[in-house]
């Protein structure tokens, strides 16, 4: 069995950044459109290729107000447009880090928007087809997953160590009851998670109350159930 363990870098967390970077596989390096910019994602990447970490492009929403949790309700051409500026810039900054960007993940809003909106996960896919083929890290059963699995792309399901699930499957949203675990709940739902073989990688939000400490636990939980992390890129 083997896992990868991915998280969102470079939004402003800096001593956060690095502790995680000892212990994901992958990183999510926003682009500076909902958060972060070049300074921070050179880090970064700069970082992750000394570690061994894949590189992949945190795209969002221009809404740093917001944090890219806003759903702005843009024209998906204008998704497309923004999606391959991200990549772009990420792609020469990571180069010139000695790192190379290897996947897509949408950030908030984007993401669940991608997820059941076909015209706009067709947008994220068609900036990653021209990007050069880049894998597309999104949640299960989504259509941003459908689609980029129709364009020949790798399409790598994700699921969350800390995250409340509902009974349907589907994330118990942010503000209520049970949507972050406790510690010893979000372990052993990662650990659960690994070996149903559901999802090839598990997010750990950099944000979440005590984020080093438990991506450290589920590590050590997975290494103990004979899980092998590594990235999927």
């Not at 682009?31 to 795209?59: L, N, P, Q, T, Y």
């Not at 994220?124 to 021209?130: C, Y």
């Amino acid at each position: 069995m083997s896992i990868d363990l991915n998280a969102d870098l470079g939004e402003g967390l800096d001593d956060v950044d690095e502790a995680l970077l000892e212990v994901v596989t992958s990183a999510n390096v926003a682009c500076g459109f909902h958060a972060g910019g070049e300074a921070a994602a050179r880090a970064v990447c700069r970082s992750a290729a000394a570690r061994g970490v894949a590189v992949g492009a945190h795209i969002g929403y221009r809404d740093r107000d917001g944090f890219g949790r806003r759903e702005l309700g843009i024209a998906p051409e204008v998704v497309a447009r923004e999606a391959a500026e991200q990549i772009e810039a990420l792609s020469t900054w990571a180069h010139e880090e000695g790192a190379r960007v290897v996947y897509v993940k949408p950030h908030g809003a984007l993401y669940h928007r991608a997820g059941a909106d076909r015209a706009c996960a067709a947008a994220i896919v068609g900036a990653a087809v021209d990007a050069g083929g880049l894998g597309v890290l999104a949640f299960p059963g989504s259509e941003l997953l459908a689609q980029a699995r129709t364009a020949g792309l790798a399409a790598v399901a994700e699921g969350y160590a800390d995250r409340g699930y509902r009974p349907d499957g589907s994330l118990v949203p942010r503000g209520e009851p049970g949507a972050l675990l406790a510690p010893e709940d979000a372990v052993r739902q990662a650990v659960r998670l690994a070996r149903e073989g559901v999802v090839a990688s598990l997010c750990l939000h950099g944000d979440t109350p005590g984020a080093v400490a438990l991506a450290r636990r589920v590590r050590d939980a997975l290494a103990a159930a004979g899980v092998e992390v590594r990235p999927f890129a």
